[in-house]
T-cell receptor
Framework: DAGVIQSPRHEVTEMGQEVTLRCKPISGHNSLFWYRQTMMRGLELLIY????????DSGMPEDRFSAKMPNASFSTLKIQPSEPRDSAVYFC????????????FGQGTRLTVV | QQQVKQSPQSLIVQKGGISIINCAYENTAFDYFPWYQQFPGKGPALLIAIRPDVSEKKEGRFTISFNKSAKQFSLHIMDSQPGDSATYFCAASKGSARQLTFGSGTQLTVLP
């Protein structure tokens, strides 16, 4: 099993540009999460999908952020327009739905907005 | 509102020593308490987890102690090794919800 796969691993973009982060969850996992990690705020949950449906997006910072999960094997997090304060490491994680099981994290995308 | 408070922010321990990281939570609905370990450039990975129906769980050198009345739980790393040097996060979730609320993290350095 390849685990949760995120792309790109690193992204440098200019302020105002659109950024799309991608995630492939572990096959068979029904739950998918997007987290953001910064020194100041730690690990923050942005949005949570269950069976491809967004369940909780209360952590999405503002309208510039959007996330989709068109099928069970793919999700995107888009920032448009990007700002320097969006610079962070973005993690995707997946887990099975039933029981108290662990969330498996990808290696993250380090986003730098200049 | 920070629902899981973690301390210390950083910890330096000699090889063979005991590392102790503490967390406190506010929401009594939380009923699952995992600890995650993160190495530089990697995503967090589950280390050990506990439910509030037990007061202690041990896996090898790692032990979680849980105090439900005080709403506190801690991670103990016995015989700490340089390879344990990483950032450790406590977390909590509730009921059928899958979302984890993370503590702020503790950067552990184990000196050789």
């Amino acid at each position: 099993d390849a685990g949760v796969i995120q792309s790109p691993r690193h992204e440098v973009t200019e302020m105002g540009q659109e950024v799309t982060l991608r995630c492939k969850p572990i096959s068979g996992h029904n739950s998918l999460f997007w987290y953001r990690q910064t020194m100041m705020r730690g690990l923050e949950l942005l949005i949570y999908f269950n069976n491809n449906v967004p369940i909780d997006d209360s952590g999405m910072p503002e309208d510039r952020f959007s996330a989709k999960m068109p099928n069970a094997s793919f999700s995107t997090l888009k920032i448009q327009p990007s700002e320097p304060r969006d610079s962070a490491v973005y993690f995707c994680a997946s887990s099975p739905t039933t029981g108290y099981t662990e969330a498996f994290f990808g290696q993250g995308t380090r986003l730098t907005v200049v | 509102q920070q629902q899981v408070k973690q301390s210390p922010q950083s910890l330096i321990v000699q090889k063979g020593g005991i590392s102790i990281i503490n967390c406190a939570y506010e929401n009594t609905a939380f009923d699952y308490f995992p600890w995650y370990q993160q190495f530089p450039g990697k995503g967090p990975a589950l280390l050990i987890a506990i439910r509030p129906d037990v007061s202690e769980k041990k896996e090898g050198r790692f032990t979680i102690s849980f105090n439900k009345s005080a709403k506190q739980f801690s991670l103990h790393i016995m015989d700490s090794q340089p390879g344990d040097s990483a950032t450790y996060f406590c977390a909590a979730s509730k009921g059928s919800a899958r979302q984890l609320t993370f503590g702020s993290g503790t950067q552990l350095t184990v000196l050789p």
